[in-house]
């Protein structure tokens, strides 16, 4: 019997080694393996699939392991940014978790349409249940901010009305967590509290889906203060600012010194970088937002006054915040000690850095003050009034979604710094209860109101009487009005649902989202609207439209035709209504459907007869241009 020498190898027939015949998957590296599992094609079903095959491979996809780590980052990359690069976690049970947090969210987000749907826009929705559901999963936030972005990043003309309550939620939750953030910044000690952090925490909150961080302002306003170091160095190459780096706290105590610091900083931020104030459109929001101050350099005198003193205290000039009246002023100290408000230099952001005596302040708004106007002012009473800016401007609103929006946000920002303010709280509780939206919330704000003033008490029993209606109504709601269009009373209804449309006189696009076959609004608005110049008056067909400016509109049938090349629309509602945007029409969601169940037939035949027609002579697959 022939034995085997340890080592050798012996041949086969076909030439191919006995040792490479049993050679196995398995018999591989773990570091080659875990290589070839971490191949991009590979799903997180596939790697499930292979660790169940045998006890080897199981070892290898182990959750801690390299090969479930690579299925998470490939997944979920932006989440990356929560973990440590070399930290040691269960990557299985974070996949698991995650997976199961997606499948919940989309399910609530799903759901959302059919039970808060309203055919007439509701401006300022707040839907509460939801979030609470969300709220109640008691998943990591960054999971669920992650899933929601996730819909919202997806075929962009596809799932339009999950993406419009996706961002509904969205929105809801990261203003959540942004009131935290104020509510800590709030509990710091006085000294401690930046205007800069501050203001942007304004900013977010009433932008919480922009891309903005305090640490990405202040980078913007480092690059300034770099800006302001190069023309001090030229004239003075031995200013103490110019030794110093990013993040160190000093005090230029030379009057001399810091008199060179702001005429640089006037030079770089009014001439070099043309900062200015915004007297054209001095009520636009835009100009209270720090990050679109940096953006548009332009604002008015609180937020280029955050700027400057922000940019002043970084190359060591300490400059204090006064709430002058009707214009935000910097006042500097001329003297070491003991200033009173003739010793100070009053700095006018707004007017490009002027230098003012406390006489010419009073230039500005054409009228004398008390001295108490002068004083300095803390972080909290800088943020009450820009704040207090912002919602002077949203009861300055036309009554659309933007300015309601506005307004509330401001009001509950302002109701954060100060919560016991009883003329902002009945504002707030009349503003839900007049938008008809979180009745619940209204009767906590009465309550508290009452218990604050009971002076208060007729204003408030109204208030919550016909809240407690409007909870009764909820309770029993109305079924909605189904519209068939083969109906005898709906036969001169041309147009359908999903239609683009111009307007023959107006000449805005728009998109049909419900129609009533004669105009049901009062006599007054018939009358303001001149409906009755018409050659049909208000007896004829009238069409729901969201028009591309982001308006809706009650359009007469008779001033409508169908555009002859049609384009998506850019109004915020669109997803309320439409599920998707295909080409030429927009495609009704399931709540539209069930109140005009034949609609969507009728736009696909005028889609088919304007814009899809055969050319004559032409082959089954070529089409002619829009009619």
């Known amino acids: 019997m022939a034995t085997s020498v340890p080592g050798e190898v012996k041949p086969s027939v076909n030439g191919i080694t006995g040792e490479a015949q049993n050679k196995k998957l398995t018999d591989l590296p773990t570091e080659l393996l875990e290589h070839i599992l971490c191949f991009p094609v590979l799903k997180y079903v596939d790697i499930g699939n292979v660790s169940c095959c045998c006890k080897r491979l199981q070892d290898v996809c182990h959750g801690r392991g390299k090969v479930w780590g690579n299925q998470y980052k490939l997944r979920w990359p932006r989440l990356q940014r929560f973990y440590h690069q070399n930290e040691c976690c269960d990557w299985l049970r974070e996949y698991r978790t995650r997976h199961g947090v997606g499948i919940q969210i989309r399910r609530t987000v799903e759901s959302i349409s059919k039970r808060f749907f309203t055919e007439v826009p509701c401006v300022g929705q707040v839907l509460g249940d939801s979030f609470a559901e969300i709220e109640s999963l008691g998943m990591p936030e960054h999971f669920c901010e992650d899933e929601l972005l996730f819909i919202l990043n997806s075929d962009k003309r596809k799932s339009l009305t999950l993406k419009y309550y996706a961002k509904k939620i969205l929105y809801f939750l990261r203003q959540q967590n942004i009131l935290k953030s104020l509510k800590s910044f709030l509990e710091q000690p006085a000294e401690q509290q930046s205007a800069l952090e501050g203001a942007v925490l304004v900013d977010q909150y ?135 408000i003739y010793d100070f230099v009053y700095i006018d952001a707004f007017g490009k850095g002027k230098q003012l005596t406390a006489k010419e302040c009073e230039y500005l708004i054409g009228h004398q003050v008390t001295a108490d106007y002068y004083s300095a002012i803390s972080t909290q009473e800088v943020l009450l009034r820009m704040v207090g800016n912002l919602l002077n401007i949203g009861k300055r ?173 850019g109004h915020p509602e669109v997803g309320r209504y439409f599920s998707e945007f295909a080409d030429t029409h927009y495609v009704a969601n399931d709540e539209v459907r069930t109140r005009y169940p034949e609609d969507m037939s009728e736009t696909l035949g005028t889609v088919r007869q304007l814009y899809h027609r055969l050319a004559p002579g032409c082959g089954n697959q070529d089409r002619a241009p829009a009619m």
């Open 206 to 340: 009433c932008n919480p889906l922009a891309d903005l961080t305090l640490n990405s302002i202040s980078a913007q306003l480092d690059e300034i203060a770099e800006k302001v170091k190069k023309m001090l160095r030229i004239r003075n190459p031995s200013h103490p600012s110019l030794r110093v780096t990013q993040g160190d706290r000093f005090i230029v105590e030379d009057f001399e010194l810091q008199r060179q610091v702001v005429y640089a900083l006037n030079s770089v931020l009014y001439e070099q970088l043309q900062y200015k104030g915004n007297e054209c459109d001095y009520y636009n929001p835009l100009n209270s937002y720090i990050h679109q101050v940096l953006l548009r350099r332009t604002g008015i005198p609180i937020s280029l006054s955050v700027l400057y003193m922000t940019l002043a205290r970084k190359l060591g000039v300490q400059l204090e915040p006064v709430n002058f009246p009707n214009h935000f002023l910097l006042r500097w100290c001329q003297k070491t000690r003991g200033c009173d």
């Open 397 to 569: 609103g036309e009554g659309n979604e933007k300015s309601y929006q506005l307004l509330r946000d401001s009001l509950d920002l302002y109701l954060t710094i100060n919560p016991d303010n009883v003329q902002y709280l009945l504002l707030q509780a009349r503003l839900y209860f007049h938008l008809g939206i979180w009745p619940e919330k209204v009767l906590d704000i009465l309550q508290h109101i009452q218990a604050l003033d009971p002076s208060q008490h007729g204003a408030v029993g109204y208030l919550v009487q016909h809240t407690l209606e409007h909870i009764q109504h909820k309770k029993h709601p109305v079924t909605p009005e189904v519209k068939k269009r083969s109906a005898p009373e709906h036969l001169e209804v041309q147009h359908s649902v999903g239609l683009i449309m111009k307007h023959k006189r107006s000449g805005y696009n728009c998109v049909i989202y419900g129609w009533d076959p004669k105009c049901t609004m009062s006599q007054e608005w018939v009358t303001t609207m001149r409906v009755h110049q018409l050659p049909n008056g208000p007896n004829q067909p009238f069409y729901n439209v969201l028009v591309q400016d982001g308006t809706c509109r009650y359009a007469a049938q008779e001033n409508l035709e169908p555009h002859s090349a049609p384009l998506e629309i």
